[in-house]
């Protein structure tokens, strides 16, 4: 499914040392991430970090290729856990929770590379991740017309700003007409925090102010924390953000203070400015 992979790499698991008691949570914290590490090997692609993403808060994390921005979405997600650190979401500490404990808690995930039924059409790829969802496995039993699935698959094409290609096949739409429709699908079970890694890639001007506006038109209890190259982009439709490098926090901030700030140029945008 398009949302959170249940699929599991064996040996990936790796122990994990007992920590000493959580740091205080924030009543209104969604998610909260204590020294969190994931090596591969010698590797450490993702090196003791440290972020708290408020309860509604829209959060962009970003960092040049390899900083570990989307191996960090997968400690998250439970597709590749922590080697080190804690993952607390809404207060509840899920670092050893399989993937799909996690979907049960309201925390969904986007992929970087298009993960649709071809197929099928857009309103049918929504509905089957409403019954997924629903039911924590694919069903294609086709509901009646008055069944709180197929009202739920309009909900989502009216937040995915679909509805007017909700019959058209997959394989025919366009690149960023796919990745709202992966946005779509990611909303399904009404979500609390998600994961959007990298929505923007390879998208028209046309097509990325689309998704600025489906962005800016998710409800405001809604958290999520999104992957993103393009400033321009996470400026216009995030409250804070983090940028990671070689696996570290960089800095942390508001976008002006990011934008602005000397380290941050110099390393992550000297070979775009
Ligand atoms: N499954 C894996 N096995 C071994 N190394 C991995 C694995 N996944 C990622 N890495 C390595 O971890 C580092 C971080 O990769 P990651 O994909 O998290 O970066 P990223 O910030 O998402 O990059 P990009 O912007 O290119 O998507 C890289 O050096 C990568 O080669
Ligand atoms: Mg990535």
Same mark, same amino acid.
Not at 233 to 259: C, F, S
């Given at each position: 499914?398009?949302?959170?992979?249940?699929?599991?790499?064996?040996?990936?698991?790796?122990?994990?040392?007992?920590?000493?008691?959580?740091?205080?949570?924030?009543?209104?914290?969604?998610?909260?991430?204590?020294?969190?590490?994931?090596?591969?090997?010698?590797? $450490?692609?993702?090196?003791?970090?440290?972020?708290?993403?408020?309860?509604?808060?829209?959060?962009?994390?970003?960092?040049?290729?390899?900083? #570990?921005?989307?191996?960090?979405?997968?400690?998250?997600? #439970?597709?590749?856990?922590?080697?080190?650190?804690?993952?607390? *979401?809404?207060?509840?500490?899920?670092?050893?929770?399989?993937?799909?404990?996690?979907?049960? $808690?309201?925390?969904?995930?986007?992929?970087?590379?298009?993960?649709?039924?071809?197929?099928?059409?857009?309103?049918?790829?929504?509905?089957?991740?409403?019954?997924?969802?629903?039911?924590?496995?694919?069903? *294609?039993?086709?509901?009646?017309?008055?069944?709180?699935?197929?009202?739920?698959? /309009?909900?989502?094409?009216?937040?995915?700003?679909?509805?007017?290609?909700?019959?058209? /096949? +997959?394989?025919?739409?366009?690149?960023?007409?796919?990745?709202?429709?992966?946005?779509? %699908?990611?909303?399904?079970?009404?979500?609390?925090?998600?994961?959007?890694?990298?929505?923007?890639?390879?998208?028209?001007?046309?097509?990325?102010?689309?998704?600025?506006?489906?962005?800016?038109?998710?409800?405001?209890? %809604?958290?999520?924390?999104?992957?993103?190259?393009?400033? @321009?982009?996470?400026?216009?439709?995030?409250?804070?953000?983090?940028?990671?490098?070689?696996?570290?926090?960089?800095?942390?901030?508001?976008?002006?203070?990011?934008?602005? @700030?000397?380290? +941050?140029?110099?390393?992550? %945008?000297?070979?775009?400015?």
């Amino acid at each position: 499914m398009a949302t959170l992979s249940s699929l599991q790499v064996a040996g990936t698991r790796t122990g994990r040392p007992a920590t000493a008691a959580p740091p205080p949570l924030a009543s209104n914290d969604a998610l909260v991430l204590s020294g969190v590490t994931r090596a591969f090997g010698a590797l $450490k692609a993702v090196d003791e970090v440290s972020l708290s993403v408020a309860a509604g808060q829209k959060y962009a994390v970003l960092g040049s290729n390899g900083a #570990g921005k989307t191996t960090l979405f997968n400690t998250i997600t #439970g597709d590749f856990p922590p080697s080190g650190g804690r993952i607390h *979401f809404f207060g509840e500490d899920i670092t050893e929770l399989p993937p799909h404990e996690r979907i049960r $808690k309201g925390l969904r995930r986007t992929y970087q590379s298009s993960l649709l039924f071809r197929d099928l059409s857009v309103r049918d790829n929504l509905f089957l991740a409403v019954r997924g969802v629903a039911s924590g496995r694919f069903s *294609f039993r086709r509901a009646g017309a008055g069944h709180a699935s197929a009202r739920a698959t /309009r909900d989502l094409l009216e937040r995915a700003r679909l509805t007017h290609i909700a019959d058209e /096949r +997959v394989a025919n739409l366009a690149h960023g007409q796919q990745r709202q429709l992966e946005i779509g %699908m990611a909303l399904a079970g009404a979500p609390r925090l998600i994961l959007f890694d990298e929505p923007a890639a390879g998208l028209s001007p046309a097509e990325r102010r689309e998704l600025v506006a489906l962005l800016r038109s998710l409800p405001a209890h %809604m958290s999520f924390v999104l992957i993103e190259h393009d400033l @321009d982009i996470a400026l216009r439709v995030v409250d804070k953000v983090t940028v990671m490098h070689n696996g570290r926090v960089l800095r942390t901030g508001t976008p002006q203070e990011i934008e602005t @700030d000397a380290q +941050v140029q110099s390393i992550y %945008m000297g070979s775009k400015h």
